[in-house]
Nanobody, 124 residues
């Protein structure tokens, strides 16, 4: 059974940093596409970073460009999200997602496999 397990969430003040990690269990191959998504209370889930593990392409929405960095360590089967200069509007539940289909998109509908999420809270 495939499982994605996130960790690293927490509470920080505005301007602070956090590093999220996502480990895949039960899948022996490399995913084609992986991403990080967040959902704030009362809002739809949105993509904040995706990576194409075939060609290394990454994509971010304008709201997080320059502040969030996604990376993949295939040897450790771990996806990371380095977050810096955090703002209160970055608050939400952060989910890791993966799929073997390409092309890799920021939309949620492409991804079949999801983790349970890790909470990030940024206070002003």
């Amino acid at each position: 059974q495939v499982q994605l397990v996130e960790s690293g969430g927490g509470s920080v003040q505005s301007g602070g940093s956090l590093r999220l990690s996502c480990v895949t269990f039960g899948y022996a191959y490399s995913w084609s596409c992986m991403g990080w998504f967040r959902q704030a209370p009362g809002k739809e889930r949105e993509g904040v970073a995706i990576i194409d593990n075939i060609n290394g392409r990454t994509e971010y929405p304008d709201s997080v460009k320059g502040r969030l960095t996604i990376s993949q360590d295939n040897a450790k089967n771990t996806l990371s999200l380095q977050m810096a200069s955090l703002k209160p509007e970055d608050t939400g539940m952060y989910y890791c997602a993966a799929d073997f289909r390409r092309p890799c998109m920021l939309g949620t509908s492409q991804y079949k496999y999801w983790g349970q999420g890790t909470q990030v809270t940024v206070s002003s």
